[in-house]
């Protein structure tokens, strides 16, 4: 039988959809153009005027919002309410500049964890789970997102946070665990840990809510046959408040968007052009709910597919494909968001030159980020420890930067080939799309 968190919300017919996204977004629009300076100044540039947006029609009308926006706006140029309205904070990883700073309002942590609440009910989740969140807490929105969400479905709540596969296992046998969140990468090698200590008898897990990274079908199986669960997807992004923007059903066909909040698009990443269901392209969103971060038009630069066919679950919000890929070169390993960009940085600022390969593996079920770089002539060493110490150098350096480990190996002046063209300076082996 089909759990339902807001079943009159998430099988609501279309008509009733459409209705509440006119009505939010009409209320919306007024309020970003009042309140948002930064958006005001990019709708009157388009010269549009919150009058002009009626419904979901004239949507295409408003101007888009990137990440280099929220570069531009950072810290507090987008909020959308006074300081004093604020109650948290949510973040990704990365230095300034490259970091979302997103602030949510007590209705918008309401509302978020509904939507996570949607997504463990989806996946079977009752007041008798005990639900096992090992997505890291704190700024990372993964943690508190899917706890607020179990803990509204009154399942028992472990804040596991990430690391210490040890305890982890340990909790999870102790306190017989049911539904594991965490990222899938995670998931895999949770699955192998237990099998290698042949601790699987002990295991009560029946379902996994795994996302916030790339994950192939042969991952999908293997996690489900190792762990013996069914596994389901989950997506979404700190712009647009976390966990829970779109989430996977027993279908499994897709992710289904919460539309009463978020509006979607699809769009030609080249052009612009709104494209119809069905075809492939960039994904935009609009929230119409949120109060203290309300961002219309965002590009997510995630490539998908959107489907609005009916869904045997019964609900009937429109289903988004598994991400497809990037429209930027955005990479996530390890959880985190790596810019190229950012590492070329490190590698100047360091007296490098941008002759440099990036190669991004999957050992055991974790990401590896490897950066080859060449050294200049001056700094060229035949001694080893000289070498190895610049090597450290660099380490630390990245580290402070991604806030991840990254191998570095330093290799002699011009071994790098020259590109004619582009040159291709990432290679990711993990072939996730
Ligand atoms: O990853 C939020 C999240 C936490 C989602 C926990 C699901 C579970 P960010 O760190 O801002 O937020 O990264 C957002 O991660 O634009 C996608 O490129 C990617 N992403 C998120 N979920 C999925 C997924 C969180 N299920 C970026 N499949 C997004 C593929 C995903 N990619």
Redesign the pocket.
């Known amino acids: 039988m089909e759990n339902y968190y807001q079943k009159e919300i998430e099988c609501a017919d279309r008509e009733q959809i459409q209705h509440w996204q006119d009505e939010r977004l009409v209320k919306q629009v007024k309020h970003v153009y009042e309140n948002v300076a930064y958006y005001r100044k990019l709708i009157e540039e388009k010269g549009v005027t919150p009058e002009d947006i009626k419904s979901r029609e004239d949507l295409h009308k408003l101007p888009f919002l990137t990440k280099e926006d929220l570069r531009e706006a950072y810290p507090y140029g987008l909020m959308g309410t006074p300081v004093a309205d604020c109650i948290r904070i949510q973040s990704?990883s990365g230095t300034t500049g490259r970091r979302?700073v997103a602030f949510y309002t007590k209705k918008d942590i309401d509302l978020w964890e509904d939507c996570c609440a949607r997504a463990i009910m989806a996946a079977g989740g009752t007041n008798e789970d005990v639900v096992h969140v090992s997505?890291g807490y704190g700024l990372?929105?993964?943690g508190p997102?899917l706890h607020g969400g179990s803990q509204k479905v009154g399942c028992l709540t472990l804040p596991m946070s990430s690391g210490n596969t040890d305890r982890q296992i340990q909790f999870m046998t102790d306190l017989g665990s049911t539904i594991l969140c965490c990222t899938p990468s995670y998931a895999a090698f949770l699955a192998e840990t237990i099998q290698e200590k042949g601790l699987q008898d002990q295991i009560k897990l029946k379902a996994g809510i795994f996302?916030?990274?790339?994950?192939t079908g042969e991952m999908r199986k293997s996690i489900e046959e190792k762990l013996g669960i069914k596994a389901y997807?989950?997506?979404?992004?700190?712009e647009i408040s976390?966990?829970g923007v779109a989430f996977e059903c027993s279908a499994q066909g897709g992710m289904h968007i919460n539309e009463d909040h978020f509006i979607a698009e699809v769009i030609n990443p080249e052009t612009g052009e709104v494209l119809p269901d069905g075809e492939k392209g960039e994904l935009v969103f609009t929230s119409i709910t949120k109060e203290a971060f309300p961002l219309l038009r965002y590009r997510?630069r995630?490539i998908c597919i959107l489907n609005r066919e009916k869904c045997s679950c019964g609900r009937t919000h429109v289903r988004m494909s598994?991400?497809m890929g990037?429209s930027d070169d955005m990479l996530?390993v390890k959880g985190v968001?790596v810019f190229p960009s950012q590492i070329e940085t490190v590698l100047l600022n360091n007296g490098y030159a941008a002759n440099y390969h990036i190669i991004v593996d999957r050992v055991n079920n974790g990401d590896t980020i490897e950066v080859q770089v060449e050294m200049t002539a001056e700094m060229f060493s035949d001694s080893l420890k000289e070498v190895a110490a610049r090597e450290k150098e660099l380490v630390n350096a990245l580290k402070a930067m991604l806030g991840i480990y990254a191998k570095v190996t330093l290799v002699a002046p011009k071994s790098i080939a020259r590109s004619e063209g582009k040159a291709v300076r990432v290679i990711d082996k993990r072939k996730l799309y």
């Open positions: 990704t979302v997505y990372f929105t993964g997102g996302g916030a990274e790339a994950w997807d989950i997506y979404g992004l700190t976390g966990p997510t995630d598994k991400p990037r996530i968001n």
